[in-house]
């Protein structure tokens, strides 16, 4: 158990519909990230919370995806008109710092299919 | 982005043998570095890091080898098991952009290990 739950865990969903995903942590955490994984390649950041606020975006990251971190603890990850290029695993990470170890724990993700 | 190839390395090994996964990394300036293991339905999972300041870690059946000079990465697991089988990733720690320092990770392509019972 990572410490992060991730809803769904699968979506399919037509192309041109808007999807949300959510992302709890279990514990506070005040550093969270988002990633997209397309099949065979490795997790590509696309946006981090410092609490509710967000402090960076990748450029992955386009007018169509918003996300959010209201009270800086679960997190939304929105697709607005989707495309069938967005299809791929969608995942949470918290990130925790042990001493001098800063280590990502990760949820299952969620992964979409856009048809 | 950062993750490059649409072919992702496989590697078998049999059960009870030794496995050696490598990875190269570019930035010059990355001080810190992860393996991840990924199974399938799954997401990242740590496995064991070092910093720029060491050559190798040891954990528990792997051992991480740091190359500075040719920045290259390598995971060494030990008595291979099934339970091993998995795509695993070398990640590099970078600071984010941003007027608040923070950490953000990189990753590598993968490779998946197969293990021959």
């Known amino acids: 158990d990572t410490g992060v739950s991730q809803n769904p865990r699968h979506k399919i969903t037509k192309r041109g519909q808007n999807v949300t995903f959510r992302c709890d942590p279990i514990?506070?955490?005040?550093?969270l990230y988002w990633y997209r994984q397309t099949l065979g390649q490795g997790p590509e950041f696309l946006t981090y919370?410092?609490?509710?606020?967000?402090?960076?975006k990748s450029r992955l990251l386009s007018d169509r995806f918003s996300a959010e971190r209201p009270k800086g603890s679960f997190s939304t990850l929105e697709i607005q008109r989707t495309e069938q290029g967005d299809s791929a695993m969608y995942l949470c990470?918290?990130?925790?710092?042990?001493?001098?170890?800063?280590?990502?724990?990760f949820g299952a993700g969620t992964r979409l299919s856009v048809l | 982005g950062e993750s490059v190839g649409l072919h992702l390395p496989t590697l078998s090994v049999q059960e009870g043998d030794n496995s050696i996964i490598n990875c190269a990394y570019s930035?010059?300036?990355?001080?810190?570095f992860i393996w991840y293991k990924q199974e399938s339905g799954k997401g990242p999972q740590f496995i064991i890091d070092i910093r720029s300041n060491m050559d190798k870690r040891q954990g528990q059946r792997v051992t991480v080898l740091l190359n500075k000079t040719v920045k290259h990465l390598s995971l060494q697991i030990a008595a291979t098991q099934p339970g091993d089988s998995a795509v695993y990733f070398c990640a590099e720690n970078i600071k984010g952009e941003g007027y608040v320092s923070y950490d953000k990770v990189i990753f590598g392509p993968g490779t998946s290990l197969s293990v021959i019972p």
């Open positions: 919370f410092q609490n509710e606020a967000q402090l960076e």
């Open positions: 930035n010059s300036a990355s001080d810190y």
């Open positions: 514990s506070e955490h005040n550093r």
């Open positions: 990470a918290i990130h925790r710092t042990w001493g001098v170890e800063n280590i990502q724990y």
